[in-house]
């Protein structure tokens, strides 16, 4: 069974800055991809940042510039750094990851129970 578990979320003004932390647990064999979403209230789900295993990485056009993506392929984390913080940046913040486990050889999309982030002006 695989498990990830967002840590990090919290209140902040505007212009503050959060880390959010993510941990896939489990009996993972290899993940391939590693992801930021966010849902703002009454909203749908959005890309906010991903890195791939090459290290690639990939923004949304409203945080290029304020948000960063790193992973640690030692411990199956990944974290976003987000900097410059707005308003418009309050939602449910979910971790995400596409990855195989040990007795499978297909990937499967998993998710994280979210962690609230607001901001306030």
């Known amino acids: 069974q695989v498990q990830l578990v967002e840590s990090g979320g919290g209140s902040v003004q505007t212009g503050g800055a959060l880390t959010l932390s993510c941990e896939a647990s489990g009996s993972i064999a290899n993940i391939n991809n590693m992801a930021w979403y966010r849902q703002p209230a009454g909203n749908q789900r959005e890309l906010v940042a991903s890195i791939n295993s090459g290290g690639e990485t990939t923004y949304s056009n409203s945080v290029k510039g304020r948000f960063s993506v790193s992973r640690d392929v030692f411990t199956n984390t990944w974290t976003l750094q987000m900097e410059n913080l707005k308003p418009e940046d309050t939602a449910v913040y979910y971790c995400?990851?596409?990855?195989?486990?040990?007795?499978?050889?297909?990937?499967?999309?998993?998710w994280g129970q979210g962690t609230q982030v607001t901001v306030s002006s």
């Open positions: 995400n990851a596409n990855l195989r486990i040990r007795s499978s050889y297909t990937y499967q999309i998993y």
